[in-house]
């Protein structure tokens, strides 16, 4: 599979190779905007328009470092081809987009172009900012000029040959790369189209949770599409498939809960998806993210889920860890999650009938074993409760054993899990 | 288990990249959890002991009745990465400083005992070595007395300087390391980094073990803010 697909990218790195050095070849059919508005006050409520729109995008979580100035870049997205730093985009003359006007930026958020024409990384989600309209795009231009320069240049990306190489984007860019403004669906309500043009648009939601089937073929293409989102080790669930996170039997008020408040009474955020959490979608109006959650609820089921990555245990040696899970359980979860697995929710989410525990990949309760974790502090849950990590106090064994039996019990039907997979993940990265 | 076979899985995961949401149905009948600091603090407690007191893993430190702002500004640090563990500053990362600092307040207010001193491991050169900087310094090396700052009983100073009794051997000498390599650094100007750096390995080793074997003193809180003159200007604690 490794090898076929290797081969299957560097016929793409052939191709576009032969077809030669592309650059921005100077058209000028977008300048023809300036994000300039008549009068100061209407300057002030169009920056203010764009830190929201900003918000939405997410821009903050990837260009900036922990506790490094905002907008400044130099984050590392490590990929099997590298790793991508992300550039300073503060109103720096020298290092950021200082010189950049407002068509230079639409453009790179429209067609994943660079000032000079070269062609973007797609770990900057243009697939999806491509869907963002001219008028909003502005707004978040306006509002990036007026946060303070930082005079940090941006670090160069460190990707192997041939990934170096811009020109092999070309044959990303033919596979995955559709440019254009979201359209609205007549048939459908307004709620659901900005919910829709916000999913799809801004919140770039697709970059992780996308389901493989989009890709037009389920690891062949990933091994290429895939290698350009960072490698996290966390499992974003499809969200079309019941038996992830799957919203079609979600009331939209658990979903907007979730989404801006980061609990609701039918789970919790966590790892990457606390980040967005925390930096954009608490940040949203209860509008807008009514609006997502009306749109996410009718993204069409799927029966399959994606392809399950589990270590296969034999049915006695499941039945071992089964019960080795049941005294763990009892010792180190059971006062929080309750010995029914019900929670006490909203601070303590239940794990009875909880996708997240029972999908078919158990990373995310194995990583939540290991490393606990808190939802983030929000509005509506300034102080979240937390679960401690035991990767400290709990063996691979042992660990193996609680997940299979949460994954188990209360009518969940999750496979049991090896401690080998436990193993691996001991080194998924946590910062 | 073949490693193909766990690799196609992970380039799966490499596409799907990375979220999670914990879910399910149900609840309205469940006992809701406690609203307490208790309740929302055992993030932390697994590590560092139901009252903050610290256990016998030597990188788990003590908590308990350390200055709620030193506690604080190493919750920030943490979040901010100026320190690095990355389990903690993974569980901090998006947590508002309102928040941390009840977390810092609650733990400042713990009173557990104290453990018993450890038993010295070193030579009684290196014992009375230790000792000799922690009360006095070196005044040929420009070190000042740990005591000039952590105060005479190393109890600390309220709001921001930290006790120093009650600690590992192997975390104190860890946590000197980890300044003088500036892998722990806290807002300038960064005190400690100044100070480490002036001591050599032997140095860190000598303090390290004298003060892992001093008992608490009988009334073990930090002293009252301003109430000594430190020698040097650091940015964690106001001067």
Known sequence: MKRKSLFALSAVVLTAAALGSVLWTGSDNLHNGSAQAATPADQAALVKRGEYLARAGDCIACHTVRGGQQFAGGLPMATPFGTLYTPNITPDDQYGIGKWSSDDFYRAMHTGRSKDGSLLYPAFPFASYTKVTREDSDAIYAYLRSVPPASVPSRPHELRFPFNNRNLLIGWRTLFFREGVYKDDPTKSVEWNRGAYLVEGLGHCSMCHTSINMMGGPVNSAAFAGGLIPLQNWYAPSLTSNKEAGLGDWDITDIANLLKNGVSQRGAVFGPMAEVVHNSLQYLSDEDVRAMATYLKTIPQKKEAPETMQYETSEKFGGELFELGKKVYGDKCATCHSANGLGKPPAYPPLANNQSIQMPSAVNPIRMVLNGGYPPSTGANPKPYGMPPFAQALTNQEVAAVVTYIRQSWGNKGSAISPQQVTDLRSAPLD | ?239
């Open chain 2, 1 to 239: 288990m073949s490693s193909r076979r766990i690799f196609r899985p992970l380039l799966a995961l490499l596409l799907i990249g990375g979220a999670g949401v914990a879910t399910s149905a149900q609840a309205q009948t469940q006992p809701k959890a406690p609203d307490t600091m208790e309740q929302r603090v055992q993030g932390c407690t697994a590590c560092h002991g139901s009252h903050g007191q610290g256990t016998d893993n030597d990188y788990f430190p003590r908590l308990a009745g350390k200055p709620a702002e030193y506690l604080f500004n190493q919750l920030q640090n943490f979040r901010e990465g100026r320190r690095k563990y990355p389990p903690m500053n993974y569980l901090v990362t998006y947590l508002s400083d309102e928040y941390l600092h009840e977390i810092a307040d609650y733990f400042s207010k713990q009173r557990p005992p104290y453990p018993a001193p450890a038993k010295p491991t070193v030579s009684p050169e290196t014992l009375a070595r230790g000792k000799e900087i922690v009360l006095n310094g070196d005044a040929s090396k420009n070190i000042p007395a740990c005591a000039a700052c952590h105060g005479k009983s190393l109890t600390g100073m309220e709001p921001a300087i930290p006790g120093l009794v009650g600690l590992h051997q192997d975390y104190i000498s860890a946590q000197l390391g980890a300044w003088r390599s500036g892998t722990r650094r806290a807002k300038a100007p960064d005190c400690m980094h100044e100070i480490a750096t002036r001591l050599t390995d032997d140095d860190v080793n000598a303090v390290a073990a004298w003060l892992s074997t001093q008992p608490a003193p009988k009334n073990p809180v930090p002293a009252p803010a301003r109430s000594m003159k430190t020698p040097l200007a650091c940015g964690s604690e106001p001067q």
